[in-house]
């Protein structure tokens, strides 16, 4: 048997976590994971296929690892996850280099399609039959927790229902027996991450379950339980009142808006409007909550005005947190048929212009932060900037700002009082009190 594999994971943190039950099912298998691609004898690229740009990285990744097979001493090249979910029978004739297909339900059958003499394709959908085991590839002391899969939503220019199915709640027990697997190997921080998170238990228990799981959750010895993808329309007060009291939950919720004018939203086939913006952001200052959100640019029909309608929202809104993309037109999708199109050099505008305007609003954040003190958890090491990297409850992991700061001696994964003395754009710059 073929022993050392190399897994290259793209994409979003759901498919990271996917990646770590596969590392861990492919380990109880007898093989070796290696982070080596130049020595490994099986590559799998698990991909992302979201959008434009995730479809390209996700076959130029799969291109690099191919040359590994003329090179190197990689024998077999697989590849899994969302791509080959959507579009697998254009990949089987394009990308002959490849020697397996799997979808994101097919990760049981790795080891057989490894094993297998000939080529093969695995995409039939069903629900995923994984090892409750993980390998965790974060570092040590933050994890992603799924707590669901699939989405209901159906967002005009999403594809993420056709691939990951309806949406499919895990049980609550599940959930926390993951956690307590996570804790007792060092973890402190758990993400939770769905689709749509705020959605949690409507479908297994009939009602709406989120609370009471970061309750049982809270039980456990962790620093901080953190919220992503939280829609508008479900963030209720009983919500923002149980993070802002429950001193086990980061004073932090990702809720992505995707734009602000009516008309847009209406198209997109969002569920909330933008008086219900409005509170969401209205309430989560009163509770003293950060706030996360991303928007969309550049979707059909968009106008000069409604764009101007939503920078406006941004500007009086100082969102702390904002991720900003342009539309991507994406097959088979609602808002594929729609018209006009708004061309791409004006997309390309608008994300620089509210990219503009949301980075007014974080310079005068950073201002109003100079002589405040911050707990912060320490994370890495900056070597050009000769200072300690880490973040306060109100930033996630990869996708928000940082703090750089200064310090005698530090330990991974462990809260530091940081003053802050000044400030670059998004992040913040202190020294250890």
Known sequence: MMKNVAVVSLGCDKNRIDTEHMLSYLNECGYNITNDYDGAEIIIVNTCAFIGSAREEAVETILEMAEKKKIGSCKKLLVTGCLPQKYSAELVEELTEVDAFLGVN???????????????????????????????????????????????????????????????????????????????????????????????????????????????????????LR????????????????????????????????????GILKLMNR?????????????????????????????????????????????????????????????????????????????????RALGEIHLKNARRRGEKAVGKVFEVLYEDIDYERGMFVGRTQSNAPDIDSVVYFKADFVDVGELYKVRITDFEDYDLIGEKV
Request: proline share 3%; glycine share 4%.
């Open 271 to 351: 569920r909330s409007d933008s008086s219900q913006l409005e509170r969401v952001v209205k309430k989560a200052k009163e509770f003293g909550i950060a706030l996360r959100t991303t928007f969309m640019v550049g979707f059909p029909t968009e106008t000069e005005e409604q764009f101007e309608r939503l920078c406006e929202f941004v500007e009086r809104s100082d969102i702390d947190n904002v991720g900003i993309f342009a539309y991507s037109t994406e097959e088979d999708t609602p808002s594929a048929r729609l018209r006009p199109r708004v061309n791409r050099r004006t997309k390309e505008q608008r994300v």
């Open 227 to 262: 919220l992503l993808y939280c829609y508008p329309e479900l963030v209720t007060d009983e919500l923002l009142n149980e993070i802002a009291k429950n001193d086990k939950i980061a004073k932090y919720i990702d809720v992505p808006m995707q734009h602000y004018d009516d």
């Open 106 to 224: 097919d990760y049981d059958k790795l080891v057989s399609a490894i094993e297998s003499a000939s080529k093969c394709v695995h995409i039939d959908g069903r629900d995923r039959v994984l090892v409750q085991n993980r390998i965790v590839t974060t570092p040590r002391h933050y994890a992603y927790l799924s707590v669901a899969d699939g989405c209901d939503n159906f967002c005009t220019f999403c594809t993420i229902p056709s691939i990951r199915g309806k949406y499919r709640s895990r049980r609550m027990e599940d959930i926390v027996d993951e956690a307590k697997r996570l804790v007792a190997v060092g973890v402190r921080e758990i993400i939770l991450v769905a689709q749509d998170v705020t959605r949690y238990g409507i479908d297994l228990y009939g009602c709406y379950a989120l609370t009471e799981l970061l309750k049982k959750l809270s039980e456990l010895d962790v620093l901080w």
